[in-house]
């Protein structure tokens, strides 16, 4: 044995510690100069973090947020809250159906989609990030017409596809370091509100912004090879031209197709990467941008483009 080594044996638990945390911090240093300045739309769906964790998961995600703020990168979270808008329903005593994916909303389920949209997760996420040691702003889309919709579907009531967002909203916020979380009801050019898709809202926001990173926090760890197989694989990294391939043969889950499509729609907009990351790990966003090997799926608009490798 060397005398390095000797040295390394003789080393107490807590020192061994201490150099574990070392490492993680040189792995980290280069992605954090990379990353420095950037912009990140965080887009957290209201199935993430449910269960007997989700206080603690809640409570890492916010702290993540903070940190990536802490270091220099301008982030907007942009948050659903499906499973708390059908809880509310169901103590309402109103039906939640759905069409291809989206809720059919008349004017009583827009009220619930309001209140919990506006009245609790919103301010809740707020909160969460402000006691993180971040500061923190809730906007709605209806909030200075950051988000102008139309109606999508007649059969669908109040649900809206975007027209646009109005990046200008949002800078003077990053600008002076403060993350914006936005809830995505969104109000037409008639005044009327609409329940709007909070995939489509986080891939159009990341898009005006001409953000970076568009990252969807899942409730999965990414996108598969054989998908449904017992011989499947994450896929690390994929372009758009595998991802079309994949939706065309049916690869890709229902539920995970709105993400993919804003994932696609963001890189054809000029955002520089989309991700899929599975929100029930604890600090899956510092591990996808803070480390070499990240834990998700990254997808690149088209195949060799420049992976952003720190330098």
């Known amino acids: 044995m060397s005398l390095i080594d ?8 807590r020192a061994v510690r201490a150099q574990d945390k070392a490492r993680v911090l040189r792995e980290a240093l280069p ?22 964790t989700s206080e603690s998961m809640e409570s890492a995600f916010a702290a993540d947020v903070a940190l990536l703020r ?5 982030v907007v979270v942009v948050h659903g809250g499906g499973p708390q808008i059908s809880q509310l329903a169901d103590r309402l005593g109103l039906r939640s159906e759905f069409v291809d994916g989206r809720r059919v909303t008349d004017q009583a389920m827009l009220e619930a989609v309001r209140y919990v949209l506006l009245g609790q997760v919103n301010p809740h996420l707020v909160g969460l990030i402000s006691q993180a040691g971040a500061r923190a702003a809730g906007l709605a889309g209806t909030d200075a017409q950051l988000i102008t919709a139309r109606p999508a579907d007649p059969a669908l009531g109040y649900v ?8 200008e909203v949002l800078r003077p916020l990053l600008a002076r370091g403060v993350v914006p979380v936005v809830a995505t009801v969104a109000r037409g050019d008639d005044g009327q509100d609409y329940n709007v898709n909070a995939d489509t809202v986080a891939s159009a926001v990341a898009s005006a912004l001409g953000a970076d990173k568009l990252i969807y926090l899942t409730n999965v760890a990414g996108l598969y090879d054989s998908f449904g197989s017992d011989d499947r694989n994450l896929l ?3 372009d758009v031209a595998q991802v079309r391939q994949m939706l065309a043969t049916g690869e890709i889950v229902t539920g995970m197709v709105p993400k993919i499509a804003g994932c696609i729609d963001a890189l054809e907009h000029g955002v520089g990467q989309a991700h899929l990351l599975d929100g029930r790990v604890e600090h899956a966003l510092l591990l996808e941008i803070f480390t070499d090997a990240g834990i998700g799926t990254m997808i690149l608009p088209s195949a060799g483009t420049d992976t952003e490798a720190p330098e």
């Open 6 to 13: 000797e040295a390394q044996a003789a080393l107490p638990a």
């Open 236 to 238: 690390s990294e994929v």
């Open 70 to 74: 802490s270091v220099g990168l301008n």
């Open 160 to 167: 809206g596809e975007i027209d646009h967002v109005d990046p």
């Open 31 to 52: 992605w954090i100069t990379r990353w420095a300045d950037r912009t990140v739309v965080v887009k957290i769906g209201g199935s993430v973090g449910q269960g007997a």
